[in-house]
């Protein structure tokens, strides 16, 4: 009697190349590898992680930034009255040009001439404590013998300019600002609500006001130029 023998059934495939004979404990976790070849082995290796890292010696006092006295000061010479003083002349120049016949009440002129004068005095305040920071403070500093910023710059033929013009601005022109700002908070401080009564007056006050901002945006600017160029330490 013939036997038949009978034929194992053909192994069904998987994805992943797993067949039905394959049991858990021979599943082996998936891990991604690039292949980098090496000299004398053909083994794979991962590919090490970039990983972005300051040096202890970049920040001092564990990763806090610290400044020194003429820093501090140079801060709040250029940054912190400047601020101040940008900010009182955009909210007075638009008090300026809004203070006109025909369009407020009573009351609203009261209320703008009030702040036009809070706004104006802001502006002279900060114009004042601006070239006196830097007058009688910072500019010790720069010009002190014999390495102050001052003669760094006079070293140099390519930035001696600096100083011969930018400095020269600072130190001279520089007082007008404050001088145009205090007349025009007086000025406004004097007529009160019948500023408003006299537009010939209000106008030439935001000329007055306007060039007090101009003269001094022009010595904050170079002041940034000729720190770049040679810092007070």
């Known amino acids: 009697m013939a036997s038949c023998a009978e034929a194992d059934p053909a192994p069904s495939h998987r994805p992943g190349g797993l067949d039905a004979h394959t049991t858990p404990e021979h599943i082996q976790p998936f891990r991604r590898e690039v292949s980098v ?11 090490p992680t970039k990983r972005s890292t300051v040096r202890s010696d970049t920040l001092e006092g564990g990763g806090s930034m610290s400044l020194t006295d003429r820093e ?9 009255l400047g601020a101040i003083f ?8 638009a008090e ?21 004068a809070i706004g104006t005095w802001a502006m002279a305040a900060a114009a004042w404590l601006t070239v006196m920071t830097g007058s009688y403070i910072v500019y010790p500093w720069y010009r002190a013998e014999p390495n102050g910023a ?20 600072k130190e001279h022109v520089a007082w007008i600002a404050p001088l145009l700002a205090t007349a025009v908070a007086f000025t406004v401080t004097y007529y009160g609500t019948s500023l408003i009564r006299h537009q010939t007056i209000r106008k030439g006050l935001m000329v007055f006001f306007t060039a007090a901002f101009v003269i001094a945006a022009i010595a904050g600017a170079l ?4 720190t770049k160029a040679a810092p007070v330490g």
Request: glycine share 12%.
């Open 96 to 116: 300026f040009w809004s203070l006109r016949q025909g369009e407020l009440t009573d009351a609203g002129v009261v209320r703008r001439t009030r702040r036009l």
């Open 86 to 93: 940008l900010l009182a002349f955009a909210g007075g120049i």
């Open 223 to 226: 002041g940034a130029f000729i």
């Open 150 to 169: 001052k003669f760094a710059l006079l070293a140099d033929p390519n930035t001696a300019d600096w100083h011969e013009f930018g400095m020269e601005w």
């Open 72 to 80: 501090w000061w140079a801060v709040i010479h250029g940054m912190i």
């Open 37 to 47: 070849p090496e000299t004398g082995g053909h083994h794979p290796r991962p590919v």
